[in-house]
């Protein structure tokens, strides 16, 4: 396995993105174990293969570094747009990008020729129960409902921005066990395919605090559609407005929930770390 890279981060959430139309791996959960590895590997919260696409202007498939595929990535979102104008794959500033998830819109915001954020179009939040998916009645929300693991009961609010999340509010959010909790929350019956982990602070109608677990890579600095489903928890439990900085352990990003379209727009830094070519490892004696 030998292929050229490039490591890119949105906030701390990073990302070994290879370039589909001229590198090939055979095996992508295979690939994005040894890539992410932090000690024998590049070091990565995932691994990203831009690829041709016959809707939209890429495909984008992301791999987590336990292997497993994500059906989309915000933060990530921002780092392939970037990276596909940069490096002269499009010429367009507005992307369009097909996900697992379905249809996926960055837009790089230029002033003066220099990159002042990139902005990404995340659709509407998906909010019953089928199509987070969540077990109970299918039509439902799940807005401030309680959850109990291993006999501690937490409220939840659950959306989906084209993956699944489980936001609960905290008074604060430093004194969570995140590495201790966040799994077995992952991992509850409640959540067929498993779920993001969201602890939220208020800091005031248009500030938020963030941690996440992130399904498949653990905890991690930051979390784009993780941000944006806290966004929307905290509209549908009244504790914050349409539009609100998300302060998360990385930095922070902007999110708006647009009472126009419905859609949450997403607003942050992508930023390239270094380029590199990934060699096979000796097998071990």
């Known amino acids: 396995m030998q292929f050229k890279f490039t490591k890119w981060h949105g906030l701390g959430n990073d990302f070994v993105i290879v370039n589909g ?13 040894e890539v992410c590895d932090r000690h024998l590997g590049i070091g990565a919260d ?15 498939r992301i791999f987590n570094s336990d292997g497993s595929e994500a059906e989309m990535c915000g933060n990530v979102t921002r780092c392939v747009a970037r990276y596909v104008y940069e490096t002269g794959l499009t010429a367009n500033t507005r992307i369009t990008i097909e996900t697992e998830a379905g249809l996926i819109i960055p837009e790089l915001v230029l002033e003066q020729g220099e990159l002042k954020t990139v902005k990404v179009d995340m659709g509407e939040p998906r909010l019953q129960r089928k199509d987070i998916p969540l077990l109970g009645a299918a039509e439902d929300q799940a807005v401030n409902i309680p959850l109990t693991v291993e006999n501690e009961r937490f409220l939840v609010t659950c959306v989906s921005m084209g993956n699944p999340h489980c936001v609960i509010f905290v008074d604060d959010v430093d004194l969570v066990d995140l590495a201790a909790i966040g ?33 498949g890579a653990g905890i991690t600095l930051a979390c784009g559609t993780g941000a944006c489903a806290t966004l929307a928890a905290a509209v549908l439990n009244s504790k914050a407005g349409r539009q609100a900085v998300i302060e998360l352990d990385g930095g922070e990003l902007f999110v708006e929930w647009s009472s126009k379209d419905n859609h949450i727009y997403m607003s942050g830094p992508a930023t390239e770390v270094f380029r590199g070519e990934f060699l096979k490892k000796p097998a071990r004696c």
Request: charged letters at 30%; glycine letters at 2%; aromatic letters at 10%.
């Open 183 to 215: 799994p077995k929350i992952e991992t509850h019956e409640l959540f067929p395919r498993k779920t993001n982990v969201e602890f939220v602070q208020i800091r005031d109608q248009a500030r938020l605090r963030m941690r996440v677990w992130e399904r």
């Open 46 to 60: 995932g691994l990203v293969l831009v690829l041709p696409s016959a809707t939209a202007d890429f495909k984008m």
């Open 21 to 33: 139309f001229s590198e090939t791996i055979d095996d992508f959960q295979a690939a994005a174990i």
